[in-house]
């Protein structure tokens, strides 16, 4: 053998074997995408809980209330009525204007810390929340007011609920907050406009179990069903469609 040949041997085989490495990565990233639109497909057409639960004859659905739905984020808003501003009161004392005249509908979602705070708008999407919501975060509540709501778009999805099943969602809202010696906790400076608040919530924020997913837990406490999973915003309005 010549001198050289080795060298030469391993500078052929090092593409292959390059080559090689990128396509079994290729298949393996196929097949977790495979899986994952399998999951969400499983996840919306499986309801939750399994079984309808079984209503009242008594059971008056007064109260409406909307899940609102975005790209990829949902909301809840409920009625600010006389029971609502009782039941959170507590947002008076950090400043929050819960007696705003105009307010017909108090908005609650739930997300990951730094994509919330870090992107109000698309146009100043960064890395590193990006980077935050695909691993872990901490959560935050995002507090927020409404005058009136139109409907029908395809943004709103109404439901209409018993006095009952509100007070469940409320109840499911209020202790999502974080609290420090019975004290919810602000995050200073951090709104999207003047009414708008941002609070400490309890949970860790992945991609995979988000704001998506509370939301429906949340609907979940009111008594409505929907998927097994719900990552996403579109999953979530069709399984609360087809089971509601």
Known sequence: ????????????????????????????????????????????????????????????????????????????????????????????????????????????????????????TWAELKPMPVLRALTIDRSVLHVDLAGHIAEPQPAVTAFDISDDQLERLRHFMVDSFVRDEGEIIPIPDAGYGEIDRFFEAKGYFNALFGCNTWTAAALRSAGLRTGLWNPFPQSLRLSVGVYN
Do not use: C, Q
């Not at 391993?10 to 090689?20: E, N």
């Open 1 to 120: 053998m010549r001198a050289g040949d080795g060298a030469a041997d391993g500078a052929a085989l090092f593409p292959v074997l390059a080559g090689h490495s990128v396509r079994t990565g290729m298949r393996w990233l196929l097949r977790i995408m495979v899986l994952l639109v399998a999951l969400a497909a499983g996840g919306t057409f499986i309801p939750r809980p399994l079984i309808a639960p079984v209503k009242a004859s008594s059971t008056e659905a007064t109260h409406r209330i909307f899940l609102l739905s975005g790209p990829i984020h949902t909301d809840i808003a409920i009625p600010l009525d006389e029971e609502t501003r009782a039941a959170f009161s507590f947002l008076d004392d950090t400043g929050f204007p819960l007696g705003h005249p105009n307010a017909e509908w108090l908005v609650v979602g739930w997300g990951g810390r730094a994509f919330y705070l870090e992107t109000p």
